[in-house]
């Protein structure tokens, strides 16, 4: 089966900047996830999603993180103004359900400067 | 607040010997344990994972071990091959579920020849 599939693969951007990224799931795959992990860090969820349903953004900065899952299937993380401290790799994973285990996507490496 | 921790940053093992690596939790709601391997530039990859009612568990090569009195769980990997280095994360949750995880920061695995 395909796996996770996530765009772009790096970025670079200045600080005050946007960026979007992008993300596939594997087909049938209910739960969607976006993690942040920073440079020597474990990742950390910042959102959750069941369908197109949000799940729990407890963890998403939303003064200037947000993310939608149109139709259940993709969905895109954006992060708007972009500041020094959200240079990170960002992934995806996606699961059949709550009770399964995650399939991560191979990430987003974004450099803020 | 490090919930999860692996203190142990890196290990060195030679081929054919046990790689032990150990986790650490403070949070006593966390009752789903599971192990991630990572290689560079991909996205963690799940490898076992075991619940709180067992103290362990086992597939193939692979064993987790939980201590849920002293807070601590151990991936026992026996024996130890060159295609295992990687680095390894140990996460948690307490929702029953692989839902929510919360991550240690790592530990980077070295099979020597």
């Known amino acids: 089966e395909a796996g996770v599939a996530q765009s772009p693969r790096y970025k670079i951007i200045e600080k005050r900047q946007s960026v979007a990224f992008w993300c596939n799931p594997i087909s049938g795959h209910a739960t969607l996830y976006w993690y942040q992990q920073i440079l020597g860090q474990g990742p950390k969820l910042l959102i959750q999603?069941?369908?197109?349903?949000?799940?729990?953004d407890s963890q998403l900065p939303k003064d200037r993180f947000s993310a939608e899952r149109l139709k259940g299937v993709d969905s895109t993380l954006k992060i708007q103004p972009a500041k020094l401290e959200d240079s990170a790799v960002y992934l995806c994973a996606s699961s059949w359900d709550r009770d399964s285990p995650l399939h991560f996507g191979n990430g987003t490496r974004l450099t803020v400067t | 607040d490090q919930q999860v921790k692996q203190n142990s940053p890196s290990l060195s093992v030679q081929e054919g010997r046990i790689s032990i690596l150990n986790c650490d939790y403070t949070?006593?709601?966390?009752?789903?344990f599971l192990w991630y391997k990572k290689y560079p530039a991909e996205g963690p990859t799940f490898l076992i994972s075991?619940?709180?009612?067992?103290d362990k568990n086992e597939d193939g090569r692979f064993t987790v071990f939980l201590n849920k009195s002293a807070k601590h769980l151990s991936l026992h990997i026996v024996p130890s091959q060159p295609g295992d280095s990687a680095v390894y994360f140990c996460?948690?949750?307490?929702?029953?579920?692989?839902?929510?995880?919360?991550f240690g920061t790592g530990t980077r695995l070295q099979v020597t020849l």
């Open positions: 996460a948690a949750s307490e929702a029953g579920t692989a839902s929510k995880l919360t």
């Open positions: 075991i619940s709180s009612i067992k």
């Open positions: 999603f069941q369908n197109n349903g949000v799940v729990d």
């Open positions: 949070n006593s709601m966390f009752d789903y």
